[in-house]
């Protein structure tokens, strides 16, 4: 899961490296830290935007690849399931976590989180199944 959400953010991850500040985008929320410790919450967001589009379930093709979006007559069996529900709470656990960690060592794990809806994008989900899927 954290390697998707850091492959989603790998154009912007050099910044972090070499800068003190790391960059603002208003979908993605990134709390740098001081340890080698990474949070994320790529599922909880509630950000929907008309110039996305949902993610559709996927179909199989003759060598049984999914195929993202899948095609509206796609056969049952040929159907490759997306899941476009968010995993609620998970910003108020991470956030409870995050701060336990740092009362309890005084290290700033580094926090990523999603604001963008799950059915928009999925950060942790492989290839056209993250944004088309």
Do not use: W
Not at 46 to 62: Q, V
Not at 66 to 82: E, M, Q
Not at 93 to 119: C, F, M, N, W
């Amino acid at each position: 899961m954290l390697l998707k959400v850091v492959e989603l953010l790998g154009i912007l991850m050099p910044m972090f490296v070499y800068s003190s500040d790391p960059p603002k985008n208003m979908h993605v929320e990134y709390i740098p830290g001081n340890t080698n410790l990474i949070f994320s919450v790529p599922h909880d967001g509630s950000t929907n935007l008309t110039s996305i589009p949902i993610r559709r379930n996927g179909c199989k093709d003759a060598e049984d690849v999914c195929l993202y979006p899948g095609k509206d007559d796609c056969h049952p069996d040929k159907i490759c399931k997306v899941v476009t529900g968010a995993d609620l709470n998970a910003k108020v656990i991470a956030q409870i976590v995050y701060d336990k960690y740092i009362e309890s060592t005084g290290k700033y794990p580094h926090l990523i989180i999603s604001h963008l809806h799950r059915s928009m994008l999925d950060p942790n989900s492989r290839g056209d199944k993250a944004h088309r899927g």
